[in-house]
């Protein structure tokens, strides 16, 4: 009896202790879910209008909360930050630095025209937000002139900025580590600039990780050299259809494989 006794007692601490844990991971889902609707909040609720340019973006979220983000920022009257990032946390902890980031440098860029200045004063920040938790943020950080019809291009351990324009691709991609990783004077003295005089008919690509690295069943990735083709199969239509074209592109690849990484682009085409 005091065996029978002793087996219906531990079948009930079992019981207790499972759907006590159903209720721990109801409740992370829900604070999670809860984090992803407050993210998503943080991401522009449209897009700038500009004469002469066509800006669109396709954003997919792998988890509930992503690493991923993007933003349009007004400098000044003449001037646009763009920016693509992707910090190298994923869940709750990203969505604290993604949020961190955006607050930085929404403060830190108005009003302040070049590009490389602001991102160094970002790298400052943000570096003691992540000091030893091992996480950073790589950045593609744009300043687009307006008036001018230039782009400043600061690019802190990202992907490169895909250029297209009279019909072939080329790669911008100044030197730069990523935000987060230094926060001496290594990141200042590693971090340079380039400029593009902008000319009718550009498209410039933006994008993260999760684009290229997107696997299908296989586990074969999306990869560069089909990313690029892409681009310069659809560089002339719309922003609206080159954008739809690649995501419909990256969905065939993928297959019933499951996403594992966020996937952000942003395009900008002119005149």
Do not use: C
């Amino acid at each position: 009896l005091k065996s029978g006794a002793g087996t219906v007692v531990r079948r009930r601490a079992l019981i207790s202790t499972i759907r006590r844990q159903r209720r721990e991971r109801d409740a992370l889902s829900s604070e999670l879910d809860r984090a992803g609707k407050i993210q998503l909040n943080l991401l522009p609720g449209r897009l700038p209008r500009i004469r002469g340019f066509d800006i669109r973006v396709a954003y997919r979220s792998a988890k509930e909360v992503g690493g991923d983000y993007y933003d349009f920022i007004p400098i000044d009257r003449d001037n646009l930050g763009v920016v693509v990032a992707d910090v190298s946390g994923k869940g709750l902890p990203g969505a604290i630095v993604m949020a961190s980031t955006r607050a930085a440098l929404r403060l830190l860029a108005r009003g302040r025209p070049n590009a490389k200045e602001t991102v160094i004063r970002l790298n400052h920040f943000i570096s003691e937000d992540v000091k030893g938790t091992g996480m950073f943020v790589t950045m593609l950080y744009m300043v687009l002139n307006m008036k001018t019809l230039t782009i400043q291009v600061v690019n802190a351990g990202h992907n490169p900025l895909i250029l297209w324009r009279d019909g072939s691709t080329r790669l911008v991609n100044p030197q730069g580590i990523a935000v987060g990783l230094s926060g001496g004077d290594v990141f200042a003295e590693r971090l340079e600039e380039d400029l593009i005089q902008l000319q009718p008919g550009d498209r410039l690509v933006a994008y993260t990780d999760g684009v290229v690295e997107a696997m299908n069943e296989r586990r074969e990735e999306f990869g560069e050299e089909r990313f690029v083709e892409l681009v310069e199969k659809y560089a002339e239509r719309t922003s609206a259809e080159f954008v739809n074209q690649l995501m419909q592109a990256l969905e065939k690849h993928q297959g019933k494989a499951g996403q594992h990484d966020d996937i952000t682009v942003v395009t900008v085409k002119y005149g």
